[in-house]
Each structure stands twice: as structure tokens, then as C-alpha cells.
């Protein structure tokens, strides 16, 4: 029934007969979606692929349906593996961008949460409280971080469980309102589908977050610092370059959010150095952050108790 | 009778496909939506039950056209309806509220005249679903 509205002017050709992928990836303007994550993420090139499959995908369902073949709607909810920091929920939020012009949900926002938005604290408060995160998420995405906490084995009397019951029910019932993405840790998701088949079997797309090397930390760096309108002298970037690879060895190493943390303590550190120096300032001065306010981060500190 | 309360009541009853096209307005706007449910008519009772919390922070009409699925489940037969509350500072008002579901048959209102002193008659309304059968049951279902 499509079809019939698709003869309008405008198109010259047979439209029920043929649909111009490439005229319609355009129209759709998912061109530009995918362009500016090539452009604005650096690195995560399997990401980047797997997001351009999907896309795709969309693209010839959206065709195929044009035509008039029938099809069932894709399964659109996704899992995002990868450790902290490596831009899960940046590509959260194009995903919901790409699936809005396509027009698999309507609305095209992000709801995220994690497990304390889900599960309640007393019987009987779980459920309104899935329901009504749900319900805010109807139309978009809804991004469920460290979805493995929502499953706690050692506990069989957890709330979490009835989370993920409500969930997986609006996940087949209304997949036309509501896409999910679950996220997290890979080794962990992974024991999370497993005790969960149910889930497992409704999330279609797996998509692998690599953690970034040192290089395309560096680059990162420059990006934000770009955008806050500060840069790295040359020394102080060869610093910086040291001091990733001596943050990567220490605990707790967040991939790009440690970049990001690193950076505004050098930017306290150089305000208390221009602060403390006293004299004028000119842009130059308040733009650069020098090699001392890398170095005297205390990763460089000889190894303390 | 057709009672006729709040918005569109003077049309024909509306479709899913309009009263979430409504919604949705309401949504654009702002607003809040709730669903409240009764089974008293009268024109006076603005009191309706809730039909659980006011919506906040939604996008979308479909988690409102799914709770309103679960309400006429529960309740059918009774009036339900759609409010929309607006939180701005000088407003903090219901804005829209439109019956989305009524009984399928609705038995009116009997006009009560009591005679008061002199030639004073006072009148008031009551309705025959509310006289035949206590709450909850006033509507074969």
C-alpha cells in the first residue's frame, strides 16, 4: 500500500518495481550520521564498521518493504561490549540518530540507566519502577549500562530478576516503540546472556568496543582540548604521550575518560601555575598547557607506598 | 444519554490512532499525562480515580496508549479519561482532558425537585447508574 503513495511525481521510473538505494540513503540522511562518527570518533574501526552493517541493513529492509516483499520487522535491540571509556555511549546516542532517520523509532532520544533507575528496593517497587523507565524510553533508545548488575545469581530473591522479566516482555511485545541496548564489560555480558537465554535470543547485534592504543589516546586528547579552546606545547605532548602509556598500567584505566579526567587536572594545575605566577596573562599563555603541568601529575612520582 | 465532559466529547467516540495523535500533542507541549477512571457520571464529581501516577518526562504516546490498554482492561465500561497537566509557573493547571472510553450504555440522569419552604423548589441531578448499583458495579462490563 506503500508502493501506490511511492508513484507520486518525482519519480520518473516504475517506484514499485525499483527503489534507489543510493537515493534513499541520501534522502534518509544517515549519510551524514555515519560521515560525522568517522569523522568525530577516533579509532574504533570494527565499531564504525558494525554500525555502517547496521545501517545498511536498515536501509535494504526499508527498500524491501517499499517494494512491497514482505518482511519482518529486524530486531533492532543491540549489545555494546567494551571496556569503560571506549565511547559505548557516544555510539549510543548515533545509533538512536541513525534509527530516527531511518525511522525505526519515532522520537530518536536516549533514555540511559543502570540498575538502580530499574530495580526497586522492596517487593512490589521493582515493577512500576521498570515500567515507568520504560515508558519515558518509548520512542528512542534506551541504554541500560552495566546491564549485567540487573542479574545477581548469589541472590535468588534479587529484584533484578523481575526487571529483566518486564523487559524482555516490552523487548518482543512492543519492539515498534522501543529499541534497547544493553552495555558492559565483554567477559561479564557474556556470563549475563548465557544465565539469561531469553535475552540472549532477543538482542540481534553485538557490537565489540576495542580499547584504544596509545596513539589514538593522544589524538583524542588533541580533539578535546580543541574544543575547550586549550592546547599542548610541543613538549608537554610528548609528556602526555609518557604519561598515557603510565596511566595505562595502573588500575582503574578508563580508556578515554581517563584521558578526559587527566586532562582537567592539567588544566587546574596550569590555572594555579598562572594564578601563582602573578604576572599578565595573554590568550597564548591561558591556551597552553606546558610540559610541567604534565609532568607534575603523580603518575610520574616514583612508585609510593 | 452521551455525557459530554471535556475536550472532543461532542464528536464521535476517537480512534487509538487520534487519541494518540492528542497525546502526543500534549507531550509536545510539555505537559503531563495521567488516566483516571470512574463510574460516577455526575457532573460535579471531578474527583475521578487515578489510574497510577501522572506520566513525567515522556517522549512518546505509546507508553500512555499502554497504560490506558492495562486501565480498560481492569476497568471496563467505566468513563475513563486523559489529563494533561501543565506545570509552568502561572499555570499549574490541567490544560486538556478529553473521555477516551464510556460505558456502552448510558442510562442519563433524573431530574430530582424537593420542595422547600413557601413555593422553593431546589433541583439537583442524580444518576440512574449511580442509584441502580453500588460503585463497581454500575456498568455490566
Known amino acids: ?305 | 444519554m452521551r455525557i459530554t465532559q471535556g475536550a472532543f466529547s461532542f464528536l464521535p467516540d476517537l480512534t487509538d490512532a487520534q487519541i494518540s495523535a492528542q497525546i502526543d500533542y500534549c507531550l509536545r507541549q510539555g505537559w503531563a499525562v495521567s488516566i483516571e477512571y470512574t463510574d460516577d457520571p455526575h457532573p460535579r464529581n471531578t474527583y475521578w480515580s487515578m489510574w497510577g501516577h501522572p506520566m513525567f518526562d515522556l517522549a512518546d504516546a505509546a507508553g500512555v496508549m499502554g497504560e490506558l490498554a492495562e486501565c480498560r482492561a481492569v476497568h471496563r465500561g467505566c468513563y475513563i479519561r486523559i489529563n494533561a497537566f501543565d506545570s509552568t509557573h502561572g499555570w499549574e493547571t490541567v490544560r486538556m482532558s478529553f473521555i477516551v472510553d464510556r460505558p456502552a450504555d448510558e442510562p442519563g440522569f433524573r431530574l430530582i425537585r424537593q420542595e422547600g419552604e413557601g413555593r422553593v423548589v431546589r433541583y439537583t441531578l442524580e444518576s440512574y447508574a449511580v442509584a441502580r448499583a453500588p460503585e463497581g458495579v454500575r456498568y455490566p462490563g
Open chain 1, 1 to 305: 500500500m506503500n508502493a501506490v503513495e511511492q508513484q507520486a511525481p518525482g519519480l520518473p521510473e516504475n517506484a514499485v518495481a525499483t527503489v534507489d538505494l543510493a537515493a534513499e540513503y541520501r534522502d534518509a540522511g544517515v549519510a551524514e550520521v555515519l560521515d560525522s562518527l568517522e569523522r568525530e570518533l577516533v579509532g574504533l574501526s570494527p565499531v564504525k564498521r558494525r554500525v555502517r552493517e547496521i545501517a545498511a541493513l536498515l536501509l535494504v529492509d526499508r527498500a524491501r518493504r517499499k517494494i512491497g516483499l514482505a518482511t519482518e520487522p529486524p530486531s533492532l535491540h543491540m549489545s555494546f561490549t567494551g571496556n569503560p571509556g571506549t565511547g559505548k555511549t557516544t555510539v549510543a546516542m548515533r545509533m538512536a540518530e541513525i534509527l530516527l532517520r531511518l525511522g525505526y523509532v519515532r522520537r530518536g532520544h536516549v533514555v540511559a540507566v543502570t540498575r538502580d533507575d530499574l530495580v526497586g528496593q522492596f517487593i512490589g517497587h521493582t515493577a512500576p519502577k521498570t515500567k515507568d523507565v520504560l515508558k519515558r524510553a518509548m520512542g528512542g533508545v534506551l541504554f541500560i549500562d552495566e546491564a549485567y548488575y540487573l542479574f545477581r545469581p548469589e541472590n535468588e530473591k534479587d529484584y533484578g530478576q523481575e526487571a529483566i522479566e518486564i523487559l524482555l516482555q516490552v523487548m518482543e511485545n512492543q519492539r515498534d516503540d522501543l529499541v534497547v541496548i544493553l552495555a558492559g564489560y565483554a567477559d561479564r555480558m557474556e556470563r549475563f546472556f548465557e544465565s539469561n537465554p531469553g535475552l540472549k535470543s532477543r538482542v540481534a547485534h553485538h557490537i565489540d568496543f576495542p580499547d584504544y592504543s596509545n596513539g589514538e589516546l593522544g589524538e583524542i586528547a588533541a580533539t578535546m582540548l580543541g574544543q575547550w579552546n586549550y592546547r599542548l606545547d610541543a613538549a608537554g605532548r610528548g609528556a602526555f604521550d609518557e604519561y598515557i602509556a603510565l596511566r595505562r598500567a595502573r588500575p582503574h584505566f578508563a580508556n578515554a575518560r581517563s584521558v578526559r579526567n587527566a586532562l582537567d587536572r592539567m588544566r587546574m594545575r596550569q590555572a594555579l601555575r598562572l594564578f601563582e605566577s602573578g604576572a599578565t596573562v595573554d590568550a597564548a599563555a591561558l591556551t597552553t598547557l606546558t610540559e610541567a603541568d604534565v609532568r607534575s601529575s603523580r603518575h610520574f612520582l616514583p612508585a609510593s607506598p
